[in-house]
């Protein structure tokens, strides 16, 4: 099982996925967090930018606001915290 936060969701599983989403015509009557929704901007940005995630966090968040303990690695699966199943037993 391809976990995206792991760093094993490649870009043709996103956009194979983006088929299988049921879209609402009503979007504004109810708004909803979406894991998915930030991958899928993060791929676009990457795209039209040119530039990788991490180079476009550097660039606008690291570096102007001097943040010094940023990542966009998740760590290992065994210690990352989600609030959702993350595909294993526990």
Do not use: C, W
């Not at 043709?12 to 894991?35: C, G, M, W």
């Not at 795209?47 to 940023?70: C, H, I, M, N």
């Amino acid at each position: 099982m391809s976990i995206a936060m792991r760093g094993d969701y490649s870009s043709t599983q996103l956009l194979a996925d983006l088929e299988k989403i049921p879209f609402r015509q009503d979007h504004r009557k109810r708004v909803s967090y979406s894991n998915y929704g930030y991958g899928l901007l993060g791929y676009i940005a990457e795209k039209v930018s040119g530039k990788s995630y991490p180079e476009l966090l550097a660039f606008y968040l690291s570096e102007p606001y001097q943040l010094t303990q940023t990542t966009t690695r998740a760590p290992a699966a065994d210690q990352l915290v989600t609030p959702y199943l993350s595909g294993r037993a526990v």
